[in-house]
């Protein structure tokens, strides 16, 4: 397709107004609020929050693999201008493991713990034309682009013959073997020390690179981020707060909370301390209606209409926008 086509410059996955929840005994979990966001072509964004901000119900939402209780109750999800939340299982089950990919962050989620990596790597081929052995010869060759040392001989082993870092390489070379359009890594690193997630970080970008395939990873660890990521969205509470440019979320974060979670990033701080910091007060309670901004309650800069009144998206930058009232042109000009 030509770059100056209108369609080539339509998102590879556009996410407008997703608004979910999770049937409860204590009642609906309002785990996705009016979420609206882009995936373009060949870029990564990065999902960062606390713990219960939405991240991997979001992945799951786009993946299709939510349990029986959650309930889209308003919005859409368009990939490659089709729509996922209204596909039949057999469209949905053609595009998994061909057009879209998932890494989890147990490689175990994946990886069939009584067949060979070599019957699964071929499996997963299953959408290709080609001979087993051809397809055998690719497996081998992306585990050998992952760093699987003598691939050749490993290829017949079971999950249990390699460690948890080697069996997310291999996690990795299978979601990448199909070539996606889109790849969504929830808290691919997380299990994984500290070298081995830089490792990984580095050859997923590589990987990402050479494929062309966009990238929706969700993660924690802000280094990682900043690392791999074109754009970040930041989650709070069900809600995309506020998203951009890596570059200027991390240099220029204009959302109180962005700014609280990466004062609190253990990367960031230069002075030894005992005890890591964190934001004061705990995450509202996603049951039942709300009303105002979803971090007033902890926002050091709340004042009245923060209670009162949702705040809607504002335009930080070209490319940054956050949900606070504090950046209402009409409050600006006026103090
Ligand atoms: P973490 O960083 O801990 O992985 P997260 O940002 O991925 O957190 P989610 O797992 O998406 O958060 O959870 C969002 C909210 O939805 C949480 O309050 C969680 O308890 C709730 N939730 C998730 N799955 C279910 C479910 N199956 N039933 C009910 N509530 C759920
Ligand atoms: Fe804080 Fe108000 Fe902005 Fe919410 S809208 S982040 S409470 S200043
Ligand atoms: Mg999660």
Redesign the pocket.
């Known amino acids: 397709m030509r770059r100056d086509d209108p369609i080539s410059a339509l998102p590879l996955l556009e996410i407008r107004g997703l608004s979910l929840d999770f049937g409860t005994p204590r009642g609906r979990v309002h785990a996705l609020r009016n979420v609206s966001l882009d995936v373009p072509g060949a870029q990564v964004l990065g999902i960062v929050g606390e713990s219960g901000s939405g991240k991997s119900t979001l992945a799951y939402t786009v993946m299709g693999l939510l349990p029986e209780n959650a309930h889209a109750i308003a919005g859409s999800i368009l990939f490659e201008g089709r729509d996922l939340l209204n596909a039949t299982t057999q469209a949905r089950r053609s595009l998994l493991g061909d057009r879209l990919s998932m890494i989890f962050q147990d490689p175990m989620t994946t990886l069939n713990p009584v067949r060979t990596i070599e019957s699964q790597m071929i499996d997963i081929q299953h959408h290709e034309r080609r001979s087993r052995s051809e397809k055998r010869a690719r497996a081998i060759e992306m585990l050998h682009r992952v760093g699987i040392p003598d691939p050749q001989s490993r290829v017949g082993g079971y999950p249990h013959h390699f460690s948890g870092g080697m069996r997310q390489r291999i996690c990795i070379a299978m979601a990448l073997l199909v070539k996606p359009a889109l790849l969504i890594a929830d808290e691919p690193t997380t299990a994984l020390d500290a070298t081995l997630e830089v490792q990984i970080i580095h050859l997923l970008k590589e990987l990402q690179k050479e494929i062309g395939c966009s990238v929706l990873f969700v993660s924690h660890h802000l280094g990682a981020v900043a690392e791999l990521c074109d754009r970040v969205a930041v989650m709070y509470a069900g809600e995309v707060v506020e998203e951009g440019d890596v570059r200027d979320i991390f240099h220029n974060p204009a959302?109180?909370?962005t700014r609280a979670l990466l004062e609190c990033d253990p990367g960031r701080i230069r002075q030894k301390t005992r005890t890591l910091p964190t934001i004061p007060g705990e995450v509202p309670s996603l049951l039942g209606s709300r009303k105002g901004?979803v971090?007033?309650a902890r926002?050091t800069?709340?004042?009245d209409r923060?209670v009162q009144e949702s705040?809607v998206e504002y335009s930080i930058a070209v490319d940054q926008v956050a949900r606070?009232?504090?950046f209402d042109e009409q409050r600006l000009v006026s103090a």
């Open positions: 959302h109180p909370y901004c971090f007033h926002c800069q709340a004042f923060c705040p606070c009232h504090l």
